[in-house]
């Protein structure tokens, strides 16, 4: 017999929650799938399509700094980052990929408000859209489930 409190869940039920999408430009043929696999994803779970608006920025440099001014509104629940960062020839990559990851991060943290983590970061474009609808499903609907069972946890927590 366990002695253990049960384990707090959140279930997928996006009905009444406000979840904006910050997604890329840069890279748009792979984003934009992942775009629509989160919005599609979202409207599956109950969400409203207009609680779920799409906001571009040029690239995943600038994801943090706009997730963050969502995420600091009272009426957000949530916020979905995606982008592709593919790796060139250059340390470009990897500065860009750090600095996205670590500000997404903090603004997760520092707002108390979750963020799915939609960022590709891959060595090939193959990679990339692998991921993006491809042999590895679409990562814009699994960072939108994960954003809607993360806000029901801390609901329920």
Sequence with gaps: ???RAPDVLGDLDATGLSIPIVASRFNAEVVDVLVDGALERLVELGADPDAC????VPGAFELPVVVARLAARPDVDGVVALGAVVRGGTPHFDYVCQAATTGLEAVARDHDTPI???LLTTDTWEQAT???GGAHGN???EAAEAVVETVRVLHAA
């Design 1 to 3: 017999m366990s002695t």
């Design 53 to 56: 608006p799409v906001v571009r």
């Design 116 to 118: 799915g983590f939609g």
């Design 130 to 132: 692998d991921r993006a």
């Design 139 to 141: 990562k814009g609907r």
